[in-house]
């Protein structure tokens, strides 16, 4: 019974110390002077995996926010402040929330999708606070926003490179290894980005799709590109998925491939052509200058223009990675060439104007139907890119030439 | 001159305290050492832990209150399976049995919610989370008193059983799943928090207290009553010290067993129960490790139930104080927390070893000293 009692009286008094510290006032100055507010700028973040990784989807959005604070002049050891290894459970990820509010951070960047609900909740919470959430589709008027990339756009760069190599090969079968498949808007438009850009150079090439069903899956990610290779007679691999693990079952078969992510001619130096990537820096930038130019995080949502950031190879946020010696001659010129009609914004992937890339690189371009692989015609022939909504949301099908192997 | 490992016959506490006070600064001392390695000052880092970053901390409330939500479940896993423990009947799937409550009173929630009040949904999902709970225990408990399996194995075995099904109702968008958001078209768990939402008690200020560290609390009493002082609470323990004696005494130790079990697996249950009536959704990690650590607990504590809660709340604070401190020092990560509490359990453990034995010196053919 004493034992209890004196647990009972340690419970007590550890309350009464925490809530002491509770009542201890913020110090919350407004109307400081630029300088200052740069200073006291705090960032935090909710990473899924550990920040000190060195590879992969946790390591990018890391290596994109410190660069980004070191470009802005902030200094990321002492006005970062991470929560790390949160699963995608809203109870872990709102007490993870607290504890950067608590850190009195400015702005939060959640970066996996699940976090959706649990940052909406939070900031209904926390108005003082900006919640951007990488992935999501859900927002508010002011202090909530979501930011992807148009990383079809990439893909459409990486499958000239693809389709340039099938020419010079002379094997029209190209295989693809992809987390998921149409049930997922964001898996089906960078396959049909890729699709497109590879059948732009080589209009007999057929894309064969494999799909795992999971996220991180090394083992079937390289069992699925050798299948490819073995059963599909695939010449060049490209990959939605986490590892280079499709890149060095190519390269040890002899083939080829676009990675995804990061630049994996280090892992697969043989085979690699070029990688899809994201620069996350380019968006991290953006909104940490909004957030320290708002004022007050209410108003973060109209400074950034804003509630969804969907930032393409204009901004630099996606690109291919350094071509690779593999690469057939003049992809350079040729990725050159359509790069320059996107960022102009005088053509976009998913519109009635297909292009026509010769093995000399130069880009041609007439009006034709975008035809989904059921022969139904999602944008006629002359006719205007589809909606961003739907490239983000309800793309559900592959285009014409892309089998589900 | 040798050295000689000798039984004590009787330990002080005062030598005890001191042993087990040793354990845990020779842990922090490691933890020192490994923060050092890496450029952090070891006192600011444990300055931080130890308050769980809620000194001048503008929503300290918050986090202590988030504490205790991790430490409900932890303190009432680690006390059901203690009283498992004290049979002798290892009951490694505290895990399993956690997802199988949680998914138990999320289906309450889900089907019976929207028709009854709230304290009544409440009750029937604490009940259907022990039920389901205490028969996936039991389980392993038939299978050992029917042919004599071996219930490490299979309590673990099940664990991965019950979490593959929670994943599978996780990843599986159809008609019949109701656990999951029908507008999303990534699967993604629904909150049933406007149907279940256990009570806060309010305090005066922000801080609120949720009702289920008062239950907790309370449960600990009883099953210290229980295990001390009722016809039961004997039984378990004549039948951890040896089954043979119990069956010779004339206990029907099948039945006692089979009872005891269910009652361990209800218990953790429950505690599935309290996470998921607080947190309002499912989370394929909604059991927090709480089946692990609890094993570690219960052993802290060494099956006593009134420790249990103390080193529950230790524990605990390692855990929240740790994640606290790492958001400020960028260099460590969420895996320190777990290096220092493998260190106390461990040590905690030889200093168990140095209070029931006693190192001695011995002189060349000369007797044993002590």
């Known amino acids: 019974m004493k034992k209890i009692i004196a647990m009972l009286l340690a419970c007590m008094m550890l309350m009464c110390f925490v809530s002491c510290g509770g009542e201890t006032p913020s110090d919350n100055p407004s109307g400081v002077p630029a300088d200052d507010a740069k200073a006291d700028f705090k960032v935090g973040a909710i990473y899924i995996n550990s920040k000190n990784d060195t590879a992969g989807y946790t390591f990018a959005h890391h290596n994109g926010i410190t660069t980004a604070m070191d470009q802005l002049g902030l200094n990321a050891d002492t006005q970062l402040f991470i929560v790390d290894e949160v699963p995608e459970d809203k109870e872990q990820v709102l007490a993870a929330v607290d504890t950067l509010v608590g850190k009195d951070v400015d702005i939060i960047f959640g970066i996996s999708f699940g976090y959706i609900d649990a940052l909406e909740e939070a900031a209904a919470e926390y108005p003082d606070v900006i919640f951007s959430h990488a992935t999501g589709y859900k927002s508010n008027e002011t202090n909530f926003n979501n930011y992807f990339g148009r990383a079809y756009q990439a893909r459409y760069l990486s499958g000239i490179a693809a389709g340039l190599k099938t020419l010079e090969t002379g094997n029209n079968n190209v295989g693809y290894v992809a987390a998921y498949g149409t049930e997922y808007a964001e898996t089906a438009s960078g396959i049909n980005g890729f699709a497109l850009g590879v059948q732009a150079v080589n209009p007999e090439a057929k894309v064969f799709v494999k799909k795992l069903g999971n996220w991180a899956d090394e083992v079937n990610e390289s069992a699925f590109a050798t299948e490819l290779i073995d059963s599909f007679d695939c010449g060049v691999i490209a990959q939605h998925c986490d590892s280079a693990q499709p890149q060095i079952a190519a390269e040890k078969a002899g083939k080829f491939g676009c990675g995804y992510n990061s630049d994996m001619t280090g892992d697969a130096p043989k085979a690699h052509l070029t990688a899809a990537i994201w620069n996350w820096d380019v968006y991290y930038s953006t909104a940490m200058q909004a957030a320290m130019d708002c004022g007050t995080a209410d108003k973060f949502v109209a400074t950034m223009g804003s509630s969804a950031y969907y930032g393409g190879l204009k901004e630099n946020f996606v690109d291919v990675s350094p071509l690779s010696e593999n690469c057939a001659p003049n992809t350079d010129t040729a990725i050159a060439a359509v790069r320059e009609l996107i960022v102009s914004g005088e053509w976009d992937v998913f519109s009635g104007v297909k292009l026509s890339i010769a093995a000399d690189g130069t880009v041609t371009k007439a009006d034709a139907d975008l035809v989904d692989n059921n022969g139904n015609v999602i944008v006629a022939a002359g006719g205007a890119s589809v909606e961003d909504s739907v490239i983000t949301g309800t793309m559900n099908y592959f285009v014409a030439g892309v089998t589900e192997a | 001159m040798g050295l000689r490992i000798t039984k004590r016959n009787h330990c002080p506490l005062w030598q005890k305290i001191v042993f087990y006070a040793a354990a845990i600064v020779i842990a922090l001392l490691i933890g020192a050492v490994i923060l050092i390695s890496i450029g ?8 931080q832990m130890f308050t ?25 896993t680690a006390v059901a399976l203690s009283l498992a423990f004290k049979m002798k009947f290892w009951n490694i799937g505290g895990e399993g049995q956690f997802i199988m409550g949680a998914i138990g009173a999320a289906t309450v929630a889900f089907q019976v919610g929207p028709y009854t009040p709230m304290w009544i949904t409440l009750i029937l999902m604490c009940l259907a989370a022990m039920l389901l709970a205490g028969l996936y225990g039991l389980l392993a408990a038939w299978l050992k008193v029917k042919f004599n399996t071996n219930e490490t194995l299979m309590t673990l075995m099940l664990n991965y059983v019950a979490l593959y099904i929670l994943t599978f109702i996780a990843d599986t968008k159809a008609d019949w799943n109701f656990f999951l958001q029908e507008q999303s078209t990534r699967p993604v768990f629904k909150d049933f928090s406007e149907f279940a939402a256990f009570p806060a008690i309010p305090t005066g200020g922000k801080f609120e207290l949720n009702i289920c560290v008062i239950l907790t ?24 010290d040896s089954a043979n004696t119990a069956r010779y005494a004339g206990m029907k130790v099948n039945r006692i067993v089979l009872r005891t079990v269910f009652f361990s697996a209800a218990l953790i249950g429950l505690a599935a129960a309290f996470k998921v009536g607080t947190t309002g959704v499912l989370s394929t990690t909604i059991t927090n490790d709480v089946g692990w650590t609890g094993i570690i607990v219960a052993w802290l504590a060494q099956l006593s139930t009134p420790i249990i809660f103390v080193a529950s709340a230790l524990i605990s604070i390692l855990g929240c104080g740790c994640t606290e401190a790492n958001a400020s020092f960028g260099q460590v990560s969420a895996d320190f927390a777990d290096i220092l509490q493998g260190a106390i359990l461990f040590l905690v453990l030889v200093a168990d070893f140095f209070t029931r034995f006693a190192i001695t010196r011995t002189k060349k053919g000369g007797k044993v000293n002590g």
Not at chain 2, 40 to 47: F, G, T
Not at chain 2, 55 to 74: E, H, Q, S
Not at chain 2, 222 to 235: F, M, P
């Open chain 2, 52 to 76: 769980m970053g809620t000194v001048g901390n503008r929503i300290g409330y918050k986090t202590f209150m988030n504490y205790l939500n991790d430490f409900v479940p932890l303190a009432l």
């Open chain 2, 217 to 240: 609390l309370i449960i600990g009493a009883l099953v210290y009553i229980y295990l001390k002082y009722t016809k039961h609470g004997y039984e378990i323990g004549v039948i951890g």
């Open chain 2, 40 to 47: 952090v000052n070891p006192l600011d880092y444990y300055y």
